[in-house]
């Protein structure tokens, strides 16, 4: 894993199950693109939220490890 400087890899939701089933929940009845769509803007809105280029860059290298 890599050693993070900047993002705050430590659980830290109170309740990550019903985060998490909410949102499976956001993905219900939409179609496979609509779900694609949800996703990024979600993930835009929460880039947006952080603000911080550098915590976003470590969070997309850890995204992508080990997928290559």
Known sequence: ???TQHLNV???LKRPDDFYNALVDMHRDLSEEQ???ANA???LLLAN???DEAT???ALK???E???
Request: no cysteine; net charge negative; glycine share 8%.
């Open 56 to 58: 976003l860059e470590e």
């Open 1 to 3: 894993m890599i050693e």
């Open 49 to 51: 939220h952080i603000g």
């Open 66 to 68: 080990g997928l290559n």
């Open 62 to 64: 850890i995204a992508t």
């Open 41 to 43: 803007k979600l993930i």
């Open 10 to 12: 430590q659980p830290a």
């Open 35 to 37: 779900s694609q769509l």
